[in-house]
């Protein structure tokens, strides 16, 4: 291949259309920044070198995108020509050949910009640039050509007229450069339009004037190129990202029951034959394995889970699940849990910073935190482990085959011994030895009709 | 601006097509009886009266409705024509221009019904109506034009002939008549068609004959003026109104995920850079400030939410959050709720009617019912207030610092002081005072080997 | 009505785009595997005889569908007439007219297909195809025709020429089939194609060029004759199958709120003027009475509801409710719970195996299990049956009008009388006596400054 592309990406600008106090390449898409998504994209294409121009909301870009990028400021947004114009300077005499793009659109795959890039490097032109025929052109520069097709330049909406209005094939605003013709060009551009700013697409036509060859490469899928400007086209780029996800997990054998109810973000792995329930998201870098059942109504982040578990109406993060485990419904598994195999989490339980072993229980109404509970052992329902006690945290050992009674409260740090009991309501401050039985409880004592009597005290409404 | 209109709204019907026990126009949409958005809507106009001709359940109609409205009683429903007949003696002088229409539209809007009586009015016609194209006009009676293209009648579907049958162009059934003008023509419509009724729109035909001037406003979005006959038409008009109300959020800058998913009832108010996961509901009058992060899987209804505020699978109802403070998963916080900024209430929690003072934190597994817990407390696991003897409801105070052990009874009325601790399993009967540790639990035996002695009294499966 | 139809389903193959270690037929749709839903479809039609040709999975295909067909293995796959081939011998003489169809189209209804054998009955061809004209006709064999329009052969998409491919009308893959014919033709067939696999559809050819009468009926709903190949294609039959179920409740006059979000499996039953909310799951042979109101965020399974019952984000498997109960938000009811009318299951409670007598109430926090609850029963916050010893599972019997305080533990086997109360925190193992009081407490201590002190000790962070 020839010379790598060197890329300019154009972040500066506020996004009014979001109406936010964020800037519009750091909207969310599918759990990550919308410019995250596209670098991402690019450093796949093993560039030169990655210039993201800045200007609204720099340091916020900056905090959140972080190092490893040349970072070049804008301070005063006087159109894309503009944003191009301030990058010469930290040009290299290497920088050949530009591909300059804006930062809001995510949906561009490798493969695309990987033809688009050899297209232009293959007709040697002066600029290329990617079209597209969206059903609603509307908000976007439409393309000019001339008799023969060729494009002799692109006008922005607000300037078109009502015939070039018409015209159905727009600027995907995706560009690659000649570097050297396009600062020659960028030179004569000016600022006599509506907005007031230098447009880069005069630079395509002065170009074109000059006697520069220009490319256009038809995109055959408009959906990749969908710039986002508002909200409403964020959803949008929502839909169709998260449509380009489920459609590939569903080719790799995996069954989603509703891909429209299904939010999978990208870098989540499925293995084949589990199946995903209507209204299940999986975020992060969630690892599912083989043939599980998730869903409906779960929430899985960062988690790691193996083959045949079964997660219904609950929420997992940061949590690794081995084989044959069963969690929920109704369950929230917390940072630091480590379900074991063939183990099971209930209903109403949650589990935080805490092993659980081999085949043990924790069915109903309990709340494990900082927990070493070990193999079969079965944890009664309302059982509690007093973590913290205001100051801070502690451990509570649950060993092997233990049997724990209905609301026994652990005040940490304590040990319960292999097989050990406790009686259920008992507060267990000291260890339990193995085998023996712990239990704090009063002696019961029933009062005969000691209802009725106080029924005649309150006056009695039963 | 003119004498403004008097209106009269058609809501005798049955519906037959909705097989239901209840009224057509009391059915809900986006929590509404859809009369009751059509009022509202109406009432948007200022019109000089506001007349509802009610039938079929009219009882049930006049008490979801309630007052306000001039109620009349068409006893026998023999078509729209004679529900319009009904109301002649109740008009008055003044009532010159009426405005007439079913109360089965509740997409219309203010701006297409401003506009529709403005051309009326211009115009100066003895009656208007609305038409439309929808895409399957299948229900609708057609419009009949004259070869200049001038209005001159509509044909009931069930009365039309073939040719009828395929014109696009259909009734939305909405008019203005000159009162004069319309109750002269109804003078002469009959009966004799396929349903046995007297029809308003034979009395367009009539005003025609004699020489009458009869506008027709077409409506560019026949979403508007759909009238809904059956649950599949409601559930459509769930869907308009839906879309319609997240555009407008979207708009606004709200980051609403997915829109499809999300339900968000008209009278909600959500402030910028908001963003509403999918699966979640905002119902009734609730408000949301700027900033918050809410749902997956969330119902808020009738409550005010502060800035910066996280939501996660939680009910809320009738409850007041403020800033910073964080809820769920898996919350349900009831009426009389109040949660004081940067408080926050965890999973498997129950508020209801309790105060959460600034900063304090009931993580899990816990019930407060009429409770007052001041600030910087902290709740432990599996603590509920007995705030029910079976007779009456009483109070638990907890005073600002408290740290409250797990599992902690509160037997209503008592007050926790300052800075006071319970122990873990503690039945709190008697208040405790500040800086004090308040325990009830008896001495925790350990008795060895236990289990191995009674594993073999009960032959022993482990 | 002639001699009955013998029925034949090819329900041997792998299923490669799968991607699936379950054999393709038995992927499940709406709760079921999609060949239990078609042979439940086809037996509808009374056939003589019901065989079915297994091979890929064939154990288990007949394990998961089970007895009363007639089993025959194709035990090398070499294509869809070679799979009739081998189900010849097993023909008796009645086994006169054969529809045969392949197993992954559990679409079809049972009135096409009796339309289907009626026009072929009495068109009295030789054989019968079903063709359809799918909006995207990729996969599927292309129909060919002569100039006059007849049938004269079916190519597949991977022979078909250019211009073949172009033709709309596709092979739906079902046919009826005079048997002699058909065999006679079979024997002719080569598997001189790409795939080296003997056709069906070459038998139609084959029939054709020996002067047979080959007849095609169009069908109008292409979505009843999709073949399932793919996950993909298993999630559009899955929306297809829910859109109709759910057209078919609102026309019988309940009210869905969003069919989109409602999955509602084929057995269930429902009465008019129920309400379901989005996010709700009806499965199995669920029956919900008149004027429910279910959801959102439920799932109910196998189970009985009276009318008025109202739910809310709860889950709900093999259960009775009776008229007037309310369930939830988040109560988990598990097999053989009976609530009784007027009943009340409240927030973060699970039942299971437990009768929950009139008007009872258990509001928040519980789990009873294996519980005989009486009538107008109150169960305080967090009461639990301690139902299992580690050994095996104990009754507990609440006697109507008890009044049980929070955080009863009830050690079972154990009664609790008429009218009797329990204090709250209280481990109960023996029988309270009606009207009385069991309580097991401890004395409350209360230690002065006990926190200063402690602080003190600890170096004392708040």
Redesign the interface.
């Known amino acids: 291949m020839e010379n790598p592309l060197s890329v300019i990406v154009l972040a500066a600008g506020e996004g009014v259309r979001?109406?936010?106090?964020?800037p519009k390449v750091l909207?969310r898409l599918c759990g990550k920044p919308m410019l995250r998504i596209l670098l991402d994209t690019l450093e796949g294409l093993s560039p030169r070198r990655l210039l993201l121009v800045i200007g609204h909301g720099a340091d916020m870009v900056k905090e959140t995108i972080g190092p490893g990028y040349e970072y070049i400021l804008q301070e005063e947004q006087l159109g894309t020509g503009h944003a191009v114009m301030v990058t010469e300077k930290f040009l290299e005499p290497d920088d050949v050949n530009l591909l300059i793009m804006a930062g809001d659109v995510p949906l561009v795959t490798k493969d695309t910009l990987e033809g688009f890039t050899r297209f232009f490097l293959e007709k040697r032109g002066d600029a290329a640039l990617i079209t597209m025929e969206p059903e609603d052109p509307s908000g976007y520069g439409r393309i000019l050509r001339d008799s023969s097709g060729e494009v002799r330049g692109i006008v922005e909406e607000e300037d078109a007229s009502r015939e070039e209005i018409a015209i159905k094939e727009v600027n995907a605003s995706i560009y690659i450069f000649r570097r050297e013709a396009l600062f020659r060009c960028l030179r004569h551009i000016g600022r006599d339009n509506r907005k007031g700013e230098y447009y880069l697409t005069d630079a395509i036509r002065e170009l074109v004037k000059g006697g520069g060859k220009v490319l256009a490469w038809k995109s055959t899928d408009p959906t990749e190129v969908l710039g986002i400007n508002?909200?409403?086209q964020?959803?949008e780029a929502?839909?169709i990202m998260?449509k380009r996800i489920n459609?590939h997990w569903?080719?790799?054998?995996?069954?989603?029951?509703?891909?429209?109810?299904t939010?999978i973000e990208m870098d989540v792995q499925i293995e084949?034959?589990t199946i995903i329930h209507?209204?299940t998201?999986l975020k992060g870098s969630t690892k599912i394995g083989e043939?599980c059942e998730i869903g409906?109504?779960c929430?899985i982040q960062n988690s790691i889970l193996g083959k045949d578990v079964v997660v219904?109406?609950s929420?997992i993060r940061e949590c690794v699940i081995d084989e044959g485990a069963r969690i929920g419904?109704?369950a929230?598994l917390r940072p630091g849990t480590h379900v074991s195999s063939r183990a099971k989490v209930g209903?109403?339980v949650?589990l935080k910073n805490t092993q659980l072993g081999r085949g043990s229980k924790v069915p109903?109404?309990?709340?494990m935190g900082d927990a070493l509970i070990g193999e079969d052992v079965?944890i009664?329902?309302?059982s509690?482990t007093?973590n913290?006690d205001?100051?801070s945290k502690h451990q509570t050992v649950i060993e092997d085959?233990a049997?724990i009674?209905?609301?026994t409260?652990f005040?940490a740090p304590v040990r319960i011994g292999k097989?050990?009991?406790t009686?259920?309501?008992?507060?267990?401050?000291?260890d339990?030895?193995p085998?023996?039985?712990?239990?704090?409880?009063?002696?019961?004592?029933?009062?005969?009709?000691?209802?009725?009597r106080r029924s005649g005290e309150?006056g009695g409404?039963?």
Chains 1, 2, 3 share one sequence.
């Open positions: 979001m109406r936010s106090g964020l909207h508002s909200r409403d964020l959803a929502v839909r998260q459609q569903m080719s790799q054998g995996v069954t989603i029951v509703d891909p429209r109810q939010y084949r034959d209507p209204f998201f043939a409906p109504f929430r219904e109406e929420v419904p109704y929230s209903t109403f949650e109903h109404l309990s709340y079965n009664g329902a309302g509690i007093c913290y205001g100051v085959e049997f009674g209905s609301d409260m005040i097989g050990a009991v009686g259920a309501g008992s507060a267990i401050t000291k339990v030895p085998e023996s039985l712990g239990v704090e409880r009063a002696e019961q004592r029933n009062i005969k009709d000691w209802r009725k309150q409404k039963r």
